[in-house]
T-cell receptor, first 112, second 114 residues
Framework: SQKIEQNSEALNIQEGKTATLTCNYT??????LQWYRQDPGRGPVFLLL?????KEKRKERLKVTFDTTLKQSLFHITASQPADSATYLC???????????FGKGTSLLVTP | EPEVTQTPSHQVTQMGQEVILRCVPI?????FYWYRQILGQKVEFLVS????????KSEIFDDQFSVERPDGSNFTLKIRSTKLEDSAMYFC????????????FGEGSWLTVV
């Protein structure tokens, strides 16, 4: 069966450090992978999309890598801030191509 | 910035009752979705809707559920004969046409079945 696995434990880091979140997947052959942010009680918000032919994608303090051989994506937040505290979701397109499946997410807490 | 709007934000219903959750997707988007998130669990796909018909549904989306786009703007999720385990946050989402586009989520409707 298809699985999207993210760090199950919460990640606590100090302000200013780099947070690294992991997404591993099985039984997908994705053309692209997406990362979303979800705050408590809110809907997911799109952050970044990386295609299979892109090794790395950056947006401001965010960086995503995508290794289709390892079936893994890494999500980095550099110079982290308390406002970055949220749950970060990895998402892959379903086989039908119409919708996304989400991982359970990794909760990030950035402390001053 | 255009956004997906959902109503109600919170609804409490008696077990066995029917509920309708409403959504106004972003105009000019072509794909519409409903997702559900039980407290503490992952965001789960329920159904996708394109060209006025269901394009895909998950195993969760059984005969208890139905979707409708009654006019050019609204997109509804009906849950018949609600059960306690239907208590969850329900997210509506929409996407422009083409591949590789991101999905835009609403803020959710929190359903509590008592």
């Amino acid at each position: 069966s298809q699985k999207i696995e993210q760090n199950s434990e919460a990640l606590n880091i100090q302000e200013g450090k780099t947070a690294t979140l992991t997404c591993n997947y099985t039984n997908y052959s994705p053309a692209y992978l997406q990362w979303y942010r979800q705050d408590p009680g809110r809907g997911p918000v799109f952050l970044l999309l990386i295609r299979e032919n892109e090794k790395e994608k950056r947006k401001e303090r965010l960086k995503v890598t995508f290794d289709t051989t390892l079936k893994q994506s890494l999500f980095h937040i550099t110079a982290s801030q308390p406002a970055d505290s949220a749950t970060y979701l990895c998402a892959l397109v379903r086989n039908s191509g119409y919708a996304l499946n989400f991982g359970k997410g990794t909760s990030l807490l950035v402390t001053p | 910035e255009p956004e997906v709007t959902q109503t109600p934000s919170h609804q409490v219903t008696q077990m066995g009752q029917e509920v309708i959750l409403r959504c106004v997707p972003i105009s000019n988007h072509l794909y519409f979705y409903w997702y559900r998130q039980i407290l503490g669990q992952k965001v789960e796909f329920l159904v996708s809707f394109y060209n006025n018909e269901i394009s895909e549904k998950s195993e969760i989306f059984d005969d208890q559920f139905s979707v409708e786009r009654p006019d050019g703007s609204n997109f509804t999720l009906k849950i018949r004969s609600t059960k306690l385990e239907d208590s969850a946050m329900y997210f509506c989402a929409s996407k422009p046409g083409g591949t590789g586009n991101t999905i835009y989520f609403g803020e959710g409707s929190w359903l509590t079945v008592v």
